[in-house]
C-alpha cells in the first residue's frame, strides 16, 4: 500500500537490532557496574560518605591552677585574641578587600602592605612574627590555603577583639579567635618552680594523641611542674562525634558528647612571699659583689628554703632564671636562642640539676661517720696545725710521697675537737679523722665507709622533688674510681673527699637534705613541691601527707665493712648521740664558728654550716684560674633554726662565690630574716 | 478516521514519561537539600512538566507530516536563534547559551535538537533513494553542520556532540555502507585529535583528567565524580531512603539537582532505585524504537529512531558520567534533571513520537 521504500520494513531491520544490542550491553554493562559498586563494595563506599560526614572535635579542656601555699595564684589560664582573615571568605571584590584592609590597619597597626615576598620571606614567613602587611600575609595565606584563617596580629587587646568583632558583618573574612594561653602572674619569680608551656613535640605525638590531645592546639608542660604535673594538670579533653555539612558546619551530635574533663589545680609548698625574699637575697648580695668588683664575678646561685619535718620546699631559686611569660604564646625563636647561649644556662635548674663540689657543707658526712664508727671521740682533741704530710700512696705496697695538706687558716687552729673541728671547718681535723693520721689517729674513716654515711645523708640518689632534670651527684668510692678513671684509690684521694672536695659532687638540694636530715633528728623528709591537689570544683582530691623517706637512727643503711674494706651482711644505724653532738656542733658555727660574724644579732638561734669548695671547671679552666693552690672557689652556706626545733632550713649557693662565710652566708640569714618575719605576720593574723 | 485517530496513542509511552518527570520533581526537591537558591526549583520543574505534558498533547495531535513541509522553515529558524544567541547572547556561566525572554531563559541548542531530528528525518526521507556515496553523506554532515556550527562556538561540546550524533543515527539506519562507517571512523578520530587543542581550557581539563586521573586531585576536578561515586556506592539495596542521602544532603556532591540528579536516586533509593529508572529509561526507548517500526511511512520512523537514539545517547552519557565512565559532560538526564528547555526538547520530542504512533499503519 505504500509506495515509499521503508528501511524498517521487513528484513531491513538488522540496522535497528544494532541499536538494540547497544541498548542491552551499555545498560546491561550500567547494571554490573552499579551492582559492583552499591552491592559488592557498597560499605566501602557508604564508610567513605560517613567519613565526609563525620567528624571527631576535640572540646579542649582547662589546665589546672598552680597556687603556692597560701593560695595566691602562679599560673592560670588566660585568653589571647588573636585576629583572622580567611582569605576564601573576603569579598570576591578587589575594591572591597582593599577598603576591608584600609579599615582593619587602622584597628590593628598594621599596615595595608608592608614588604614584598621573595622566596625567602614566604618560606620563612611565621603567623604572629612578621613585618609584613595585612596584603602580603593574605597572599601567603591565599595560595596556602585560602579556606583556612590565618593570623593577621596575635594577642591583642580584648577592645581591640570586641571591636573587630562588632564589624563582622561590614568586614567579611575578618575574625576573632580565642585562643587560651597561660599566665604566670609571678613570672620570672617562679619560673624555675613553674616552667612553661610549649607545643606537643613531633617525638611525642603519638603518645599525647592517644591521650586526646590535639598536636598543633594543645600545649604540653616543657619545664618545671607544668612538666612534671603535665598529667594532673592538663585534664581530659571531650569528644563530639558530630554530623557536618560540606561546609564543616555542625549538623548534629551523631553520639552522646564526652564533656572534658578539667584539669586539677595544683596548690605548691612554695611561699611565694619567701620566694621573693630569698631570690632578692640572693640578686642582691650576687649584684652587691659583682659591683664590689666591679666585675661579673659571680654568674649564678642558688637558695632553697625547705621545711625539714616535712619536707616542703618553701623556696626554690635558680639564678639566673627567664621569664616564662614570654613563653605564654608560644616560645620566641631568639628568645630561646639567647636563652640556650647564655653561659650561665638560665633554663637549667641550678637548685636541683647542677652538680658542684660541696667543699666543707660534706664535713657533716665525715663528722658522723667518725664519730658513729669511732674514730675519735667528740671531746678528743686532734693537733690541727697550718698544714700536715701524708703519705701518698696508690696501693698497699707503694712507698708513696710526701703530700702537703694544708689548712684554710693560716697559722692552723692549734687543738681542735669534733665540735670546734666542725664549727671552725677545721681541715688538718677533717683530713686526720678521714684518713687517719700515724698514732693520733690510727684508721680514719676511709672511702668505704665514708660513702655509706653520704648516701645514708642522701647524697649520690635523687630525692624525687617534683621537677625535671634532677642530678644524681657523685660519692666516689674505689670501685667507681678503678671503673671510670682507670685508677687506683690514692690516700690523698680519701683525705680530699672528707671535705667534700676532688671527686665529690652533689646538687644543692642533697646538701639541703643532708642538712634537713640532720635538723630533723636523723629523719629523711622527702622534698616535695606539692601540698595539695584540688578539683575545679575546691575539694582537695590530694591531701599533703609528709613523706618519710627513712630514719636514720632507727633503719639500718650503714653498710658494716670488714678489716679488709669488704661489705659485710651487717647492716647499721646512726647512733642518735652522734647526730645530737652534731647539730651541738653545727649551732657552734654560729655561735663562735665561721658564721658568727655574719648571724651577730640574729636573735633566734640558729645552726649552720658554712663551705668553700674549690672548683676547676671548664669555665674556670678557659678563664685560666687553675692554679694550684689558689684555685677558685664556690660559696656555701646551709643553716637551719630555731635550732632546739628546727622548722626551716636554707642553703645559699653562689657559682665562684670565693668565701661561704662572707658571701652565702649572709644570704642565708636574709632568707631567715624574712622567714620568721612572715611567720610573725602569720601568726598575728590568726 | 479521526474518531479513531487516538486509539493508537501509546499511553504506556506516555504513562512511563509523566511517571519519570513526576519522579524527576520530587528528586528536585529532595536535591536541592535546603539550598535557598534552588527552594524554587520544584516549583518550577512541576510548571515545565504541566507544560510539556499539554505539549505532548498538541504535537501528537500535530500530524508529524506537517514538520516535513516546513523543514526548510525549521531548518531557517534554528539557524536563526543561534547565529541570534552567538551574536547577542547573554553571558552565563562563561558561555553565551540562553535567550533571555524576559519570562524564562530559553536555551535554544536544546529546542534546536528536535528542530534538528524533523529536519535530518526529512532530509534522510526525500533522499532515500539516492546513491549511498560520499555526496550522500556529504550533504547530510554540511546540513547538520551548518546549525552545529553555532553551538560548538558558544561553546558547548555536549549538545553539539548530541546532534551530530543524532545525525549518525539517522545516517546509519537509512544505509550506511559499512565501508564509510570504517572511513567516518578515521575521520572523526583525526577531528578529535585537530579539534582538542581548540577546546576550551576546562573541556581539555575534563577530558585529560578523565583519561589520566590525577590521584592527588582530591578537592579539584576530580572532587564531584568522586563523591558522586560515594553517593551511589553508599545507597546499597535500597538507599539510605528519601531526602535521607548524607553526601546530597550535607552538599557533599554539586550540581546535584541536574547533572548529578542519578546519584541521589542511586544514594536514596540504592540499586532497586538505579536499576528501575535505567530499566524505566530502557523502555521508553523500546516503546520509541517500537513505534519506528510500525509508523506509516519512512519519514515517521526516522523522527520516532532519531528521538530514540538521542534519548538513549543522553541517557547513557549522563549514567556514565555519574558512574565515572564517561568524562563530565554537562548532559542532563532525560525527563529526571531540572532543567526547563531540556525538560521541553525532551517531552516535545515525545509529542512528536506519538504523532507518529498516532498515525502509524494499521491492518484494516
Known amino acids: ?686 | 478516521m479521526r474518531r479513531n485517530l487516538w486509539r493508537n496513542f501509546d499511553f504506556y509511552l506516555f504513562g512511563a514519561v509523566v511517571f519519570m518527570c513526576i519522579f524527576g520533581i520530587i528528586m528536585i526537591q529532595s536535591a536541592i537539600a535546603g539550598n535557598a537558591e534552588l527552594l524554587d526549583s520544584p516549583r518550577r520543574q512541576a510548571i515545565f512538566v504541566a507544560g510539556g505534558i499539554v505539549l505532548v498533547i498538541i504535537m501528537a495531535a500535530i500530524d508529524y507530516h506537517l514538520w516535513a513541509s516546513l523543514a526548510k522553515f525549521i531548518y531557517a529558524f534554528a539557524f536563526v536563534a543561534l547565529f541570534g544567541i552567538f551574536v547577542y547572547g547573554e553571558a552565563r556561566f562563561g558561555s553565551a547559551r540562553w535567550i533571555d525572554t524576559g519570562l524564562i531563559l530559553i536555551q535554544p541548542s536544546e529546542i534546536v535538537k528536535i528542530l534538528m531530528i524533523m529536519v535530518l528525518a526529512e532530509h534522510f526521507d526525500r533522499t532515500k533513494d539516492e546513491k549511498r556515496d560520499f555526496r550522500w553523506i556529504g550533504r547530510s554532515f554540511i546540513l547538520t553542520l551548518g546549525v552545529v556550527v553555532w553551538i560548538l562556538l558558544q561553546p558547548n561540546l555536549s549538545t553539539s556532540i548530541v546532534i551530530f550524533v543524532i545525525w549518525f543515527a539517522m545516517l546509519w539506519v537509512s544505509g550506511l555502507p559499512a565501508k564509510y562507517l570504517a572511513i567516518l571512523g578515521v575521520v572523526a578520530l583525526l577531528l578529535i585529535a585537530v579539534m582538542f587543542p581548540f577546546l576550551e581550557d576546562y573541556q581539555q581539563a575534563r577530558i585529560l583528567n578523565f583519561i589520566f586521573p590525577n590521584p592527588e586531585a582530591s578537592y579539584g576536578e576530580e572532587y564531584n565524580i568522586q563523591q558522586s561515586k560515594i553517593a551511589i556506592g553508599s545507597g546499597g539495596w535500597f538507599g539510605e531512603g528519601y531526602a535521607q542521602g548524607t553526601q546530597v544532603q550535607l552538599r557533599f556532591m554539586k550540581v546535584r539537582h541536574t547533572d548529578f540528579i542519578f546519584s541521589v536516586v542511586g544514594e536514596e533509593f540504592g540499586f532497586v532505585g538505579t536499576m528501575a529508572v535505567i530499566g524505566l529509561m530502557a523502555f521508553i526507548i523500546l516503546r520509541c524504537l517500537r513505534i519506528a517500526q510500525t509508523a506509516s511511512d519512512n519519514y515517521g520512523s526516522l523522527l520516532a529512531f532519531g528521538y530514540a537514539a538521542m534519548l538513549f545517547f543522553q541517557t547513557a552519557v549522563n549514567i556514565g558520567v555519574n558512574l565515572n565512565l564517561v568524562p563530565v559532560s554537562g548532559l542532563p538526564f532525560p525527563f529526571l534533571s531540572y532543567g526547563g528547555s531540556s525538560l521541553i526538547s525532551t517531552i516535545m520530542g515525545i509529542g512528536l513520537v506519538e504523532s507518529v504512533a498516532l498515525r502509524k499503519k494499521t491492518i484494516q
Open chain 1, 1 to 686: 500500500m505504500n509506495k515509499s521504500k521503508n528501511f524498517f520494513g521487513a528484513g531491513k531491520n538488522w540496522r535497528i537490532k544494532v541499536l538494540y544490542i547497544l541498548i542491552l550491553l551499555i545498560f546491561g554493562f550500567y547494571g554490573f557496574r552499579l551492582f559492583t559498586l552499591q552491592i559488592i563494595d557498597g560499605e566501602e563506599y557508604k564508610a567513605q560518605a560517613d567519613e565526609n560526614r563525620i567528624s571527631n572535635i576535640s572540646v579542649q579542656t582547662e589546665r589546672g591552677i598552680i597556687y603556692d601555699r597560701n593560695g595566691i595564684v602562679l599560673a592560670k589560664n588566660a585568653a589571647a585574641y588573636n585576629v583572622m582573615i580567611t582569605p576564601a571568605d573576603l569579598p570576591g571584590d578587589e575594591g572591597a578587600t582593599q577598603e576591608i584592609f584600609r579599615q582593619l590597619s587602622e584597628v590593628i597597626g598594621i599596615p595595608v602592605s608592608r614588604g614584598e615576598l621573595t622566596d625567602e620571606v614566604v618560606t620563612t614567613f611565621s603567623p604572629c612574627n612578621t613585618d609584613l602587611g595585612i596584603e602580603q600575609i593574605v597572599e601567603i595565606a591565599d595560595t596556602n590555603a585560602p579556606y583556612t584563617p590565618m593570623e593577621i596580629k596575635c594577642d591583642v587587646d580584648k577592645e581591640v577583639a570586641m571591636l573587630v568583632e562588632s564589624k563582622s558583618e561590614e568586614w567579611p573574612g575578618v575574625t576573632i579567635e580565642v585562643e587560651p594561653i597561660r599566665e604566670y602572674p609571678t613570672g620570672e619569680l617562679t619560673s624555675e618552680i613553674i616552667g612553661f608551656l610549649g607545643p606537643i613535640p613531633e617525638s611525642m605525638e603519638e603518645y599525647y594523641t592517644e591521650l586526646g590531645f590535639v598536636a598543633g592546639r594543645d600545649k604540653v608542660g616543657y619545664a618545671g611542674i607544668e612538666a612534671t604535673m603535665q598529667d594532673t594538670l592538663a585534664g581530659k579533653n571531650g569528644l563530639r562525634v558530630v554530623e557536618e555539612d560540606v561546609a564543616g558546619k555542625v549538623i548534629r551530635d551523631v553520639e552522646p558528647p564526652v564533656e572534658p574533663e578539667a584539669g586539677l589545680n595544683i596548690k605548691l609548698t612554695i611561699d611565694t612571699r619567701l620566694q621573693q625574699a630569698a631570690k632578692a637575697a640572693l640578686v642582691g648580695n650576687i649584684k652587691w659583689w659583682n659591683r664590689w668588683f666591679n666585675d661579673v664575678r659571680f654568674t649564678n646561685g642558688v637558695v632553697i628554703a625547705m621545711n625539714p619535718k616535712t619536707g616542703e620546699i618553701l623556696a626554690l631559686v635558680s639564678y639566673p632564671t627567664y621569664e616564662n611569660n614570654r613563653m605564654a604564646r608560644y616560645i620566641p625563636a631568639y628568645y630561646y636562642q639567647q636563652l640556650s647561649a647564655d653561659p650561665n644556662r638560665p633554663l637549667f635548674n641550678h637548685a636541683i640539676s647542677a652538680e658542684h663540689p660541696p667543699g666543707s657543707v660534706y664535713k657533716i658526712v665525715t663528722a658522723i661517720g667518725a664519730l658513729n664508727e669511732g674514730v675519735v671521740t667528740p671531746y678528743q682533741s686532734l693537733v690541727t696545725p697550718y698544714s700536715i704530710f701524708i703519705t701518698e700512696k696508690y696501693s698497699q705496697n707503694d712507698t708513696g710521697y710526701q703530700r702537703e695538706f694544708v689548712d684554710w687558716k693560716a697559722g692552723g687552729h692549734g687543738q681542735a675537737n669534733f665540735f670546734k673541728g666542725l664549727s671552725q671547718s677545721v681541715d688538718v681535723y677533717f683530713y686526720k679523722i678521714s684518713g687517719g693520721y700515724g698514732d693520733e689517729v690510727k684508721e680514719g674513716l676511709g672511702p668505704w665507709r665514708m660513702s655509706e654515711y653520704a648516701k645514708a645523708l642522701g647524697y649520690g640518689a635523687l630525692t624525687g622533688i617534683e621537677l625535671p632534670g634532677e642530678a644524681e651527684g657523685l660519692v666516689p668510692n674505689p670501685t667507681w674510681k678503678r671503673i671510670n678513671l682507670s685508677e687506683a684509690w690514692s690516700t690523698g684521694d680519701t683525705y680530699i673527699a672528707g671535705m667534700g672536695q676532688g671527686y665529690v659532687l652533689a646538687t644543692p638540694l642533697q646538701i639541703l637534705v643532708s642538712y634537713a636530715i640532720v635538723a630533723n633528728d636523723g629523719v629523711y623528709m622527702k622534698p616535695t613541691l606539692i601540698r595539695e591537689i584540688i578539683d575545679s570544683d575546691g575539694n582537695v582530691v590530694k591531701e599533703f601527707t609528709p613523706t618519710k623517706v627513712w630514719d636514720v637512727t632507727k633503719d639500718p643503711l650503714i653498710t658494716v665493712y670488714d678489716d679488709n674494706d669488704l661489705p659485710t651482711d651487717e647492716k647499721k644505724t646512726i647512733e642518735p648521740w652522734v647526730i645530737d653532738m652534731t647539730q651541738q656542733a653545727l649551732r657552734m658555727t654560729v655561735t663562735e664558728g665561721t658564721a658568727m660574724t655574719i648571724f651577730q644579732g640574729f636573735e633566734i638561734p640558729t645552726s649552720g654550716k658554712t663551705g668553700t669548695a674549690e672548683y676547676c671547671d671548664d669555665i674556670a679552666q678557659g678563664k685560666g684560674l687553675c692554679d694550684r693552690g689558689t684555685w677558685p672557689a664556690h660559696a656555701w652556706y646551709v643553716g637551719y633554726g630555731p635550732s632546739d626545733d628546727p622548722e626551716i632550713v636554707i642553703i645559699a649557693f653562689v657559682y665562684n662565690g670565693t668565701e661561704g662565710s662572707s658571701v652565702a652566708a649572709p644570704i642565708v640569714r636574709e632568707v631567715f630574716e624574712a622567714y620568721f618575719a612572715l611567720k610573725e605576720i602569720d601568726e598575728g593574723k590568726q
